[in-house]
């Protein structure tokens, strides 16, 4: 089975980027996954799900111990054969999405 997981940690800080955003970005860039992407508004991994759980096990501890008040995460399940077929598209779609945030238009930084 694989796994997609999308996560937020907070409190925000428009200035500088918290420690426990930079512990949540170094424990998914370091764990054993078959893609990792890293924004400013949120994140996004995939991979084996051992490997996912894993890394949502340790991101959890860790980013909290950091400082973090808030961990938002969503955990989709995907098709083996859809996997590399999603990573394109949403590539496309988050760049839609993230033109749109910067116009003040819809997207997940216009909501």
């Given at each position: 089975?694989?796994l ?18 930079v512990?949540?970005?170094e424990?998914?860039q370091?764990?054993?996954l078959?893609?990792?992407?890293v924004g ?7 991979g ?40 394109d ?10 033109a749109?945030?910067a ?9």
């Amino acid at each position: 089975m694989r796994l997609r997981v999308e996560f937020t940690t907070e409190p925000f800080d428009l200035d500088e980027v918290p420690p426990h955003a930079v512990a949540a970005r170094e424990i998914v860039q370091g764990a054993a996954l078959d893609s990792v992407d890293v924004g400013p508004f949120g994140n996004t991994a995939e991979g084996r799900a051992e490997s996912v759980l894993a890394t949502i096990d340790e991101l959890l501890r860790t980013s909290l111990a950091a400082g973090a008040t808030r961990v938002s995460l969503q955990v989709n399940v995907i098709a083996e054969a859809d996997a590399e077929t999603n990573t394109d598209a949403e590539a496309d779609t988050d760049t839609d999405a993230d033109a749109a945030a910067a116009r003040g238009g819809p997207g997940e930084g216009g909501r």
